[in-house]
């Protein structure tokens, strides 16, 4: 049985920075790609970030390039979004999620967690 859990989330201000961590087990997790996805209020999910099990491949949506980070640390078996010069844009429910194969769709995503709220204010 593969579990994801997200944390990190809260409310901060525009300009500032926020880390999101994503958890994971499952023995055959580590091979695993991990994504992470948003749900802004009233709006489809998007795809954010991923990076593929061996972290050699990332993926990041056109509204986040140069602001947010995405990294793995399989000693620790989590995965991280470093979020930087946060907008008022960016208040979603951030989920995580595992699949097979590294990208955005969230299609190809199997295992998902229940989700952080991020809320940034103006």
């Known amino acids: 049985q593969v579990q994801v859990v997200e944390s990190g989330g809260g409310l901060v201000q525009a300009g500032g920075s926020l880390r999101l961590s994503c958890t994971y087990s499952g023995s055959t997790f580590r091979y695993y790609a991990v994504g992470w996805f948003r749900q802004p209020p009233g709006k489809e999910r998007e795809g954010v970030s991923s990076i593929s099990w061996g972290g050699a491949t990332t993926y990041y949506a056109d509204s986040v390039k140069g602001r947010f980070t995405i990294s793995r640390d399989k000693g620790k078996n989590t995965v991280y979004l470093q979020m930087d010069s946060l907008k008022p844009e960016d208040t979603a429910m951030y989920y995580c999620?595992?699949?097979?194969?590294?990208?955005?769709?969230?299609?190809?995503?199997?295992?998902w967690g229940q989700g952080t709220q991020v809320t940034v204010s103006s």
């Open positions: 999620a595992a699949g097979l194969t590294v990208g955005l769709d969230a299609r190809e995503y199997k295992y």
